[in-house]
């Protein structure tokens, strides 16, 4: 059941410059109003940053900041927005030792919980058909970060992605280093081997969900950060060029080099 | 268009490729017993092994050659060449597949040998000690709708137990072969077999008096000489196998053996 947006910000984002309109629904007004401080931030993801606005208990904007990696303590709300680009996964709450992020269109009727040590997942599916699957790679997903420690916001984000993408497939037992990759996404830099990628146009064709196109798109993005290269215009293109480049990286055409955060 | 040419080929090209290494001598002298090449070369696997020959130093230095970043492509777009499909078509036409039971794909590489077999047993399973090849495999099988399949990350030294029921077929085909010695791998396959069961090995067997054109990529990569046709089936035979078939191909051939 979608809960009514009360209002409706508009602001700029500082560090890309792109117009935001972020919902203020009145379970976030009532989130701020029982919080400490009295306000709650609520984010609008913008691929490799998050933009934060601080809402208080009437709706209003009190301040702004650009989120890179979370901050141990933050509670944030994303956009609801964002669930557009999803299929099945109509709400999630991702929360560890010291922070969580939530997004949801309104109050969820019923979640699927799953739980690794510290860390927790709560899922609001559109559809419980796979809920057997989406335990699997929920799994995946907390496993991986366990070991990343705190995350890269627009890395978590593109987790959420990845495991909407494959959570009716079956399980797999290396979703965790999928979603490892996805949560460093903003700190790892793509290199291409040009001699790889021409034996591969050669066979391309071949290999499952892979074409000479995408290793021309692998090539185009050599150099550039993970999470810069997979953006794109819907979440069909970043879902296709993201498994894409990991389709890419088993093959050794591409490598994900770390770089300084 | 000659497989065997291609690789004759490609095999100077690594010649030229090698630095001045002790390891370097026994491949150049592998390289010289080759004869011309005769025919005009396969471009496709010329290619392919001239990747290879390219890569030849930092797949040799890497702590784990066979799940070296260039190996594992080297491995899949070897595995499409129309050589090594000829031989596994060879190879599969020898066994009856019974869709009760399970097949096995030993160092499987990219699984493109389970790939072509998905669908006739009721469950695949592959073993890889590269996680990343496992990933391959399951990609290919994600995508042809296999439903049953395991993998396994290990090899034939490290399998024991790890298998819990017979199998119906066991393969042995994927150049992550080419870092093992042929008699464990044999010795192996035939523990995890069931009575009745098939062993399909596709491998470039060293001709009495010659050497194969693939022996001095083997060597380069620091891998095991590949076994001549008489000591594989003098090996197949005393592990206790029968019913041998042999097809020769240019560089590769197939080997099928049932086990009593």
């Known amino acids: ?261 | 268009m000659s497989a065997r040419a291609a690789a004759i080929e490609a095999a100077r090209a690594l010649a030229r490729a090698l630095p001045s290494a002790p390891w370097s001598e026994g491949v150049l002298r592998s390289v010289s017993m080759l004869p011309p090449a005769q025919g005009r070369a396969d471009p496709y696997l010329l290619k392919v092994l001239r990747f290879l020959a390219e890569k030849i130093l930092p797949i040799r230095e890497s702590e784990e050659p066979w799940a070296a970043p260039q190996f594992r492509l080297f491995a899949e777009a070897f595995m499409l060449s129309s050589e090594f499909q000829e031989a596994l078509r060879q190879g599969l036409a020898q066994v009856r597949p019974r869709a009760a039971s399970a097949a096995l794909d030993l160092h499987s590489g990219p699984g493109v040998c389970l790939e072509a077999v998905a669908g006739q047993w009721s469950k695949l399973i592959a073993v890889d000690p590269s996680p990343i090849n496992l990933e391959l495999v399951e990609e290919r099988l994600v995508a042809v709708g296999a439903r049953s399949y395991e993998l396994i990350v290990g090899d034939c030294g490290s399998l024991s137990g790890r298998v819990r029921d017979p199998v119906g077929l066991a393969i042995a085909a994927s150049p992550v072969n080419w870092f093992y010695d042929a008699r464990p791998v044999v010795s192996r396959l035939y523990s995890l077999l069931e009575p009745g069961g098939y062993l399909l090995l596709i491998a470039p067997l060293e001709r009495a008096g010659g050497v194969s054109p693939l022996s001095p990529f083997i060597a380069a990569l620091g891998g095991r000489r590949p076994p001549s046709r008489e000591e594989l089936e003098d090996m197949l035979l005393s592990e206790g196998f029968a019913r041998l078939r042999v097809r020769e191909g240019e560089l590769l051939s197939a080997v099928v053996a049932v086990k009593p």
């Not at chain 1, 949801?104 to 739980?115: D, E, H, K, N, Q």
């Not at chain 1, 070991?147 to 978590?156: E, V």
């Not at chain 1, 830099?189 to 000479?212: C, I, K, Q």
Request: charged residues 25%.
């Open chain 1, 1 to 261: 059941m979608a809960v009514r947006a009360v209002r409706v910000l508009k602001l700029r984002c500082p560090e890309c410059g792109r117009e935001a309109a972020i919902q203020v629904g009145e379970d976030t007004l009532a989130a701020a109003a029982a919080s400490p401080a009295g306000l709650v931030g609520v984010a609008d993801y913008h691929g490799d940053h998050v933009l934060v606005v601080y809402v208080d208990g009437e709706g209003r904007d009190r301040g702004v900041r650009v989120f890179r990696t979370l901050q141990r303590g933050e509670a944030l709300r994303v956009n609801p927005s964002f669930l557009s680009y999803t299929g099945l996964v109509a709400g999630f709450r991702v929360s560890s030792g010291g922070w969580s992020v939530e997004c949801f269109a309104g109050s969820p009727r019923a979640l699927l919980r799953v739980l690794r040590n510290e860390q927790a997942l709560d899922l609001e599916l559109r559809s419980f058909e796979y809920a057997a699957r989406v335990v699997e790679w929920g799994g995946g997903l907390l496993g991986a970060l366990e070991r990343a420690g705190l995350p890269d916001l627009g890395g978590l984000l593109l987790s959420i992605l990845l495991l909407d993408a494959n959570a009716t497939n079956p399980p797999s037992p290396f979703a965790t280093r999928l979603f490892e990759i996805a949560l460093k996404a903003r700190r790892l830099t793509v290199r291409v081997d040009p001699s790889a990628a021409e034996l591969l146009r050669e066979y391309a064709s071949r290999v499952p969900g892979l074409s000479p196109r995408l290793v021309d798109f692998a090539l185009s993005v050599n150099g550039w950060r993970l999470i810069d290269a997979v953006a794109g215009p819907d979440p069909l293109t970043i879902r296709e060029r993201l498994q894409a480049l990991m389709s890419l990286e088993r093959r050794g055409v591409v490598g994900f080099e770390e770089v300084g955060a």
